[in-house]
């Protein structure tokens, strides 16, 4: 499968809403409150910082169907701005096809090019065991567990982990 990531449009939004919602709204990946307006998701998702560095991108099939989305950004302004973050989701439909590798790697080269130190994904759920994973796979470790900061719909509180990548 042929896979191109790029920039995001404002014309992508509509084919990132449905998987976006189904993800949020399934409370098992995202700490996003479910309860977000389409209009509130596209401004948190197509415009995750003020930072001019901030990013967000899609990964398109060679028909153009957007098969996931990653947006990026400096994890904190001012003196912790040298550190990135950034959040992935994949359509269920293109899961386990190296989509969200393949977003999380452009990620990685951003950050390198923009001139971060590191890498650190504040809020990934530890039961989200094929994300965490992709992660450690990509060079990402776990700095940290929050206990019982996550509110599982099937699980109860489980474990929100920080990882950490250095960058060269």
């Not at 209009?39 to 899609?58: H, I, Y």
């Amino acid at each position: 499968m042929t896979v191109e990531i790029r920039e995001a449009t404002a014309d992508d939004w509509p084919a990132i809403w449905p998987f976006f919602h189904e993800i949020v709204t399934a409370r098992e990946t995202y700490t996003y409150d479910p309860d977000l307006t389409e209009e509130q998701a596209r401004e948190l998702w197509m415009s995750p910082s003020s930072s001019p560095l901030a990013r967000t991108t899609v990964a398109v099939d060679a028909d153009g169907t957007v098969l996931g989305s990653a947006n990026m950004y400096p994890n904190r302004p001012g003196p912790g701005s040298h550190v990135a973050s950034a959040s992935f989701m994949v359509d269920r439909k293109a899961r386990g096809r190296g989509v969200g590798r393949l977003l999380c790697e452009d990620m990685i080269a951003w950050a390198g090019r923009s001139g971060f130190r590191s890498i650190q994904f504040n809020a990934v759920v530890e039961t989200n065991e094929p994300a965490v994973r992709l992660w450690q796979s990509l060079g990402f470790r776990i700095a940290g567990t929050v206990p019982g900061a996550f509110d599982h719909p099937t699980l109860g509180y489980v474990g929100l982990h920080v990882m950490y990548r250095p960058l060269p």
